[in-house]
């Protein structure tokens, strides 16, 4: 069980092809474009799931801010759907490779701080004092909101390739231990089977609160630079 | 939130006009001397670390 263990996070291949980019492409297929003015039932749901998270969304930016609306409501479709079709058996996440998880973290939060340097200069590098700072504070404070700053990208990363490996790791380790009990106990693995219930529900919760959580934090960072 | 509006309520006067930490102006001051002082202190500090002592012969 033990090399099996890290073997559903490595890289699928098929007939020696790396089909990566098909499985993170997959999710697209689920969200058909809109073709008519009134729609079947999946696109509606999916046009009103939108609507109420979007406005949720943007209801803290302001004109600039909200240019960017397309771009949070793809990222949080992306991670949620990929993260749910990863709690399918045998299946592959993008997201819990770490490297993925920096591709879009590193521009997302760069876009954000160039935009806030560009548009808004002084109040960006004013952003690295907080108002109000003792007078012997302000050269650590100074240098402690700059490391802040630059920790930012590493930690959306970092978060949500931990939050879904962990997830996974559990799902697989307690489902091998309700299948190992099952011949020595079995009130033992029906208890360890109604675990493994829960803490699958609470997977699924945590694939979409961790796509609602990396898009708000990469809007709040937009809401402060815009 | 700190900007030019809430910056008029504060009458600096001296270094303390320019170097604060209440007005936008002063704060990113504070944090341009901060920045500038510590690459100048790397500077300096890389820099004689470069060019070792000559020997006497």
């Known amino acids: 069980m033990n090399e099996n263990l890290f073997a559903s996070f490595a890289a699928p291949s098929m007939m020696g092809l790396p089909i990566v980019v098909l499985i993170v492409m997959f999710p697209s297929i689920l969200f058909p474009t809109p073709s008519r003015l009134i729609n079947n039932r999946l696109i509606s749901i999916q046009q009103w799931l ?62 954000t701080v160039v935009t806030g340097f560009r548009y808004k200069t002084k109040a960006s590098l004013a952003h690295f004092l907080p108002q109000g700072t003792p007078l012997p504070l302000i050269p650590i404070l100074v240098v402690i909101e700059t490391i802040s700053l630059f920790i930012q990208p590493m930690a959306l990363a970092v978060r949500l390739t931990a939050n879904i490996t962990a997830g996974h790791l559990l799902i697989h380790l307690i489902g091998g231990a309700t299948l190992a009990l099952i011949n020595i106990s079995a009130t033992t693995a029906f208890i360890t089977f109604i675990i493994l219930i829960l803490l699958t529900i609470l997977e699924f919760a945590v694939a979409l609160i961790q796509a609602y959580v990396f898009t708000l934090l990469v809007s709040l960072y937009l809401h402060d630079n815009t | 939130m700190a900007g030019p509006e809430t910056d008029a309520q504060f009458h600096f006067t001296g270094i303390r006009k320019y170097f604060n930490s209440y007005t936008l102006t002063g704060r990113m001051n504070c944090v341009l001397a901060t920045r500038g002082g510590i690459a100048l202190l790397l500077y300096f500090k890389l820099g004689s670390k470069k060019t070792p002592a000559v020997k006497a012969t």
């Open chain 1, 50 to 111: 939108i609507q109420l998270t979007s406005k949720q969304m943007l209801a803290i930016h302001n004109q600039k801010g909200r240019t960017w609306a397309l771009m949070l409501m793809s990222l949080i479709l992306f991670i949620g759907s990929t993260n749910l079709l990863g709690l399918l058996p045998h299946s592959f996440t993008p997201t819990t490779q770490l490297s993925m998880n920096l591709g879009m973290a590193i521009p997302l939060w760069a876009g």
